[in-house]
């Protein structure tokens, strides 16, 4: 519970100092008055404008503001699309989230078996191949393994069409269909660097004298490996894969780029260059949360893992 | 032991998860499968259509607030005015059936159209109008509109069908900002996110960056709208637009360049207008070495027009001499394309003149979401340096072009295209007069605001076209900018559809496209 309340008060600061940072940077690249009246208004309607919308105000003001109505559970409404914020956000979140998911899922699947395989014929074959193939992973950023993917499955092979996204109210299946390669080219740098800490992890159990107590007792070492060492060898790897996630979220916002998926992340960029803050602040926010909520879901993940560890 | 079997639990459970994401890669074929035949729409399967429109409708979709071309561009279908323009460019009754106009010109008495309602089901009536008039002379953002309905003495309810528009002095230009005032119903303030107007189609929905929906208008008070539903889906990626349009998912894309038009599929036809919009290299008249109309001018010999649109759409696309598009039959001047022929060593003369025998350097701003204009200027900055000008093309956001360029006149020069908000010689030229909040280029000349002047306060039509002509002739000789052309606007549509109209203004005209059998 102490715990609990520790953490709270951590995101609470964490997420004030965010926003706060996030609102000061729009006082420096300028307010959306000028692209909301365009080329046919004169420099007194801008003005006018941003008068009437209280950009004028100082900083501190101007974020109160947005501060206590977000407080209030009010997140503002859109300056390009004077829509309210909560409900543009809620319409795109569950795309990105499905995304992430689907990435988590991909890396999970491919991760887990190929590292256990790697570390027990390590030396082996098998073993030199997925090192050698995690090298040349794990050092191609997400974006551009998308743009390989879209040529390769999209252009040569016609396996999915780039661009013909559906929302998942239309058509479920080709929904997640559509995701399956932009959640691939986000979990491919990912999955490639978790299978190598499994690997190494595992290989460092196995070192331990608790598994040369296990073969003493008769242990062959495929028993040794699951019966013992791989629970001890999770723990890192559930760690890494809470960071993961997080890293997987910043994945999708710009492979959503690459895929023009409408998720959370095309709604940002172009929330930013429009100048829309309480959009972007509302993103911003829903981001944070979503990274502190995993990272707390880690560590309770960790004491189950390994039952010396208790928070605290 | 208790945690250990639950720890046991949860890795079974993290497996099971992974193998359901191996179920979802499964059926990733099928999915893609579904994708594809869903859009095969090579016929339609019902009477609808598919426009692919390059940028979403992200403003106001109010009909006084909305400033996006592209927003303007769609709800043409939605709103109407008393009058609206037609294809040619003339203005038809619309919800008014006729106007008459009294002797000094100064009153319109417009008796309006029975039977007309509005999407929302209510009734047009004379007070909607009155309303639509006070409101768009408060709040619309197209200030030439809203500087000629502040020279409305008032706008007054005769009787429940005829409205008396009193204005403070002539206006020949009247019946074209009549157009511009869309008509709303006085009782509802939903129009900034769900438009109601009078048009063909209604509004039915739309979701952010994905699509907006139209439907036919059954109680429309003309000819109906021949398809029953179009869908707007938006590519705001240009890659994904091709995709789209290779993969056969659109039936009709506006605002292609001549690149992007090759090589697509035989359902498709293409169609060449043009995009009514002024594109020029845009100088800053109060910024050395610009100020000296000798150096202006030496751009413009400097600059070869041909080479541009050889280089950027093969050829196509109008070439023009002042800030006037041929669309606008009337006051295109054609002889003025000619006025600057490709001279280098004139330039350079020119110059030597001005006392830059050895050039200069000097910046291109461009707006970067623009493409056209990037590739313009990248070839402007090429021809400039054969008569030792460096020109470097600094590529911005459109919101800091707008802030700083625009509002700022922060700048040297820039290449953009600026189109007419209405149909009036006045919403391209007015512009440039010394005092107007609206020119970027603080071009100065007493002539000029002079001619504009004697226009606008006459209203024999022969005289005031004589007088806007010599208006753009000063523009020209004065080489306020180094005009370069009307872009070409390449419109893919399906071969099995008919009815597309250019327009002379930026407008997408969708009542009169169907299927043909």
Known sequence: ?312 | MRTRTLALFLSAAVMSTALCGCGGQGTAGTGSDGANTSQTGGEPPANELTVGIAQDLGDSLDPFTMTAAGTREILFNVYEGLYKPDASGDFIPALAEDCAISEDALTYTFTLRDGVQFHNGTAMDAEDVVYSFNTCAATSVDSSLSAALADLVSADVVDERTVAVTLAAPNSDFLAYVSSVYVVPDDYDGQTTAPVGTGPFRFVSRSVQENVILERFDRYWGEAAKVDKVTCKIYEDGNALMTALNGGAVDLVCHLTTSQVQGLGEQYQVLEGTMNLVQALYLNNAAAPFDDVRVRQALCYAVDVDAVLDLTADGHGTKLGSSMYPAFTKYFDDSLTDLYPHDPEKARALLAEAGYPDGFSMTITVPSNYTPHVDTALVLAEQLAAVGIQAQVVEVEWNTWLTDVYQGRNFETTVVGFDAANLTANALLQRWTSGAGKNMISFQSSEYDALLEQANAITDDGDRTSLFRQAERVLAEEAANVYIQDLADMVVINKSLTGFQFYPLYVLDLSQIAWTA
């Open chain 1, 1 to 312: 519970m102490k715990y609990l309340i520790k953490k709270l008060c951590t995101l609470i600061i964490t997420l004030f100092i965010l926003s706060l940072l996030a609102f000061s940077a729009f006082s420096i690249i300028g307010d959306p008055a000028a692209s909301m009246l365009g080329t046919n208004a004169t420099p007194e309607q801008v003005a006018q404008l941003r008068h009437e919308l209280g950009f004028d105000r100082p900083l501190l003001v101007q974020y109160g503001d947005w501060l206590s109505g977000f407080l209030r559970g009010d997140m503002g409404t859109s300056y390009s699309y004077s829509l309210p914020v909560s409900g543009m956000v809620l319409e795109k979140l569950p795309t990105t989230f499905v995304l992430t998911l689907m990435a988590l899922a991909l890396n999970v699947a491919a991760a887990i078996p190929l590292g256990i395989a790697a570390a027990r014929y390590a030396g082996g074959l098998f073993d030199r191949v997925v090192t050698v193939l995690n090298q040349v992973i794990m050092s191609i950023p997400p974006f551009f393994t998308g743009i390989l993917l879209t040529c390769l499955f999209g252009l040569v092979f016609r396996l999915f069409t780039p661009g013909a996204f559906v929302s998942y109210a239309e058509n479920p299946w080709g929904f997640l269909g559509y995701l399956f390669f932009p959640a691939l080219s986000i979990a491919a740098p990912r999955t490639a660097m978790t299978v190598k800490l499994l690997r190494s992890s595992i290989l460092e159990q196995l070192g331990q004298d608790y598994i040369r107590t296990a073969y003493s007792r008769g242990s062959s070492r495929t028993m040794a490996l699951w019966g013992h060492a791989l629970r001890n060898a999770l723990i890192p790897v559930i760690t890494f894969t809470a960071v993961s996630v997080a890293e997987m979220v910043a994945g999708s916002i710009v492979v959503e780029q690459v895929f023009s998926v409408p998720g959370i992340g095309r709604l940002l960029l172009a929330s930013i260059s429009s100048r829309d803050f309480p959009v972007v602040q509302a993103i911003v926010v829903i981001l944070a949360l979503w990274v502190a909520a995993v990272n707390l879901l880690a560590d309770v993940l960790y004491q189950y893992a390994d039952p010396r560890i208790r928070l605290s």
